[in-house]
């Protein structure tokens, strides 16, 4: 018995200890048990994007605050039981998958070459809409939510016009919006300007995105040329995106291939080429 008494209170005093962390070395603070590390501020910094020559002191305790301030919430979900809901379970595998997905394309742009003047110059010459040539349009635009039978979107490839594509939807008792909207060349790349500048002034160009089908037509423009330190900037941060992207998607491919995956009847993935307009122009 005496054995047996002193091996528990010497497991309770090992159980305790454990749980009496303190905030030295690489614990910025000890939050109800919880430590908050030195690398959880700075992935909070890098959050937060502070100004260059912020006072660095400063902002530590700032970001440290918003975590204590968020582990102590959480703390409190967790005292509701929250964490054990299906509606928590499964927003944290979407938020985990997410920020994997992230690392590995951190990983993948760590791993490509830095583009030399040759090939950032080279680009710039072959996307004049994202630089010498920027624009941004004023649109006349009709928005409304894909269908979710695609083969309705090969009804409009005979409207050419705005009023006609509205006509169009009205017939079929699709509800949709239209205003004007606008559009920034930059944004939507060389290939797509060239599709879009290929069609005659009143004809729309329809493509699906997001969610939802765009039909438009330009009204107006305005040239916002982007030059100089500005321009090699952005035509170095594309080229590295376009070569992180590239080795996601050949990620990708080889999962898919390797992957068994089962649908349940009705669950397949759709053809998200069905039913567009065979025009390309028609579909940036």
Do not use: W
């Not at 006509?167 to 879009?196: H, P, V, W």
């Not at 069609?199 to 423009?221: N, S, Y």
């Amino acid at each position: 018995m005496r054995m047996s008494s002193k091996l528990a209170i010497l497991t309770c005093f090992v159980f305790l200890s454990g749980c009496e962390k303190q905030a030295t070395g690489q614990v910025a603070a000890v939050v109800n048990g919880e430590e908050i590390t030195l690398q959880e501020i700075n992935t909070e910094l890098e959050a937060m994007s502070p100004p260059d020559g912020a006072d660095k002191a400063l902002l530590q305790k700032t970001a440290l605050q918003r975590i204590v301030e968020r582990r102590l919430l959480a703390q409190e979900a967790r005292s509701d039981g929250l964490d054990k809901t299906p509606e928590f379970l499964s927003r944290e595998r979407q938020l985990k998958d997410a920020l994997l997905v992230q690392l590995l394309g951190a990983n993948a742009a760590r791993a490509t070459d830095v583009p030399d003047q040759a090939k950032i110059s080279s680009y710039m010459e072959k996307n004049p809409a994202l630089f010498s040539d920027r624009t941004v349009y004023t649109l006349d635009r009709i928005q409304f939510p894909i269908p979710a039978d695609l083969e309705i979107l090969k009804r409009f490839q005979n409207d050419h016009s705005m009023d006609a594509v509205a006509e169009k939807l009205r017939e079929l008792g699709i509800k949709f919006s239209r205003d004007t909207g606008r559009m920034d060349s930059a944004q939507l790349g060389q290939a797509r300007m060239n599709e879009i500048l290929s069609l005659p002034p009143t004809e729309p160009f329809i493509f699906p995105e997001g969610g939802m089908v765009t039909a438009a037509v330009i009204t107006g423009q305005l040239k916002q040329p982007i030059s100089g330190e500005q321009a090699q900037a952005l035509a170095l941060q594309s080229l590295r995106g376009q070569a992180q992207m590239d080795i996601l998607q050949q990620r990708l491919k080889v999962a898919q291939k390797k992957a068994k995956i089962e649908y349940q009847d009705g669950f397949a993935p759709p053809d998200r080429t069905a039913g567009l307009p065979k025009d390309s122009a028609k579909r940036p």
